[in-house]
């Protein structure tokens, strides 16, 4: 492998589990270039990952074929001369392009009839590799060997000067203390603590002297307003207020965070801060914060995980009754006596 294209994951979080086998491929194949091709809602993050030269835009959204303009692609990226693909999707969409552009070698696990498209396939054994990180992880290896472990955690890139240049554009000083809240889930309700709740948190937390930074993309306002307008005083409303990379950069300087599962988790674990990881719908046991210091709180109700947008009894109790002390509870261990 000399010149590799990556097919990057549609979703912020996915990608970001993706970034050990980017660090991994460069320790089995010294010097090789990797260049990403990738949306571009998920491009600032590939950005942040030392493996990556290049992120290449994917103009595809999610469900969309498009065929011509596929192979249009593929023969522009023919250009580049790529030696290996390493497509991380298991749609056959994803691996369209790679085949498009004569990529000779296209690596990735067997799957939606895409035998002429992968050529060097892996076969899932999900029981062995039950992690998502694993799964990424194990296309490094010859198909058929086992797993290297240990696996190391994604690491996204937030300098001290990444962040003062975050701070002078967005005309923000940091105060003494600052948690981020990440109170969106582009996935859908039930996985959601809800508003009042993230409000709650927020006035224990200001009356100890914290200042709390809402975090999301312009969907989530809604939310980050109901918040603001139940803590008043209590939180700053950075959401669609922030580029990604600024969101992360903000993100690297907060003292600690508490997230639903989604994208913005993954980003406060990469970036090395404390949190707390709040589920619902969802489940640790196949995407969790990769970190080692996460909190994961879960009620683990018998009708959770359900994996569903929105609750299919009409209660959410998997969050509702997942009260704020709980959460402050879990925060205890980052905040000074």
Known sequence: MRRALIVAPSWIGDSIMAEPLFARLQERH?????????????????????????????????????????????????????DS???????????????FAGIPQRIGFTGETRY?????????????????????MQLAETPGASLTRPLPY????????????????????????????????EYGPAKRWP??????????????GYVCWLFGSPKDQPIAAEIDALAPGCCRNLCGATTLEQAIDL???AD?????????????AAVGRPLVALYGSSSPG???????????????????????????LGHLDCLNKLLPAQVLAACSDWMPA
């Open 195 to 208: 508003a009042a709740h993230f409000a709650e948190l927020a006035r224990q937390l200001a009356a100890r």
């Open 30 to 82: 010294p010097g090789v270039q990797l260049d990403a091709l990738a949306p571009p809602w998920v491009a600032p993050v590939l950005h942040r990952m030392a493996s990556i030269r290049k992120v290449i835009d994917n103009p595809f959204g999610h469900g969309t074929l498009r065929l011509k303009a596929r192979w249009q692609l593929g023969r522009q990226l023919a250009k580049q001369a790529y």
């Open 251 to 253: 993100i690297a300087a």
């Open 286 to 312: 196949f995407t969790p914060p990769l970190s080692d210091q996460a909190k994961i709180l879960s009620l683990n109700l018998a009708c959770s995980p359900c994996f569903q947008r929105v609750c299919p």
């Open 154 to 185: 994604p690491v996204l890139r937030s300098t001290p000067e990444d962040q003062a240049a975050t701070f002078a554009a967005l005309r923000m000083v940091r105060p003494e203390k600052v948690a981020a809240f990440c109170p969106g889930a």
């Open 256 to 268: 600690f965070a508490v997230c639903n599962d989604s994208g913005l988790m993954h980003v406060a």
């Open 85 to 99: 693909a390493v497509v991380l999707p298991n749609s056959l969409k994803s691996a369209l392009i790679p085949a």
């Open 116 to 136: 002429g498209l992968i050529n060097l396939r892996h076969k899932l054994d999900k029981a062995a590799l039950p992690l998502m990180l694993e799964r990424f």
